[in-house]
């Protein structure tokens, strides 16, 4: 049986927290950022939390 290999792409994007929850960078917050008001991308800026529904497909990815 060959090992379980983790996803690339998703190792790269996410952390997981000391509870076990999953952390997440916003979105949008790379290019064209003349039109957003300093309020939009600061509050990009912030780590979110990936939402309860989508934790399954995360772990999985991440072999948790």
């Given at each position: 049986?060959?090992?379980?290999?983790?996803?690339?792409?998703?190792k790269?994007?996410?952390?997981?927290?000391?509870?076990?929850?999953?952390?997440?960078?916003?979105?949008?917050?790379?290019?064209?950022?003349?039109?957003?008001?300093?309020?939009?991308?600061?509050?990009?800026t912030?780590?979110?939390?990936?939402?309860?529904?989508?934790?399954?497909?995360?772990?999985?990815?991440?072999?948790?």
């Open positions: 049986m060959p090992k379980v290999k983790t996803n690339s792409s998703a790269k994007r996410f952390k997981v927290t000391g509870s076990g929850k999953i952390k997440r960078k916003h979105a949008f917050k790379s290019h064209i950022l003349t039109k957003k008001s300093k309020k939009r991308k600061l509050a990009l912030h780590d979110g939390l990936v939402d309860k529904a989508d934790e399954k497909n995360v772990k999985l990815m991440l072999n948790i």
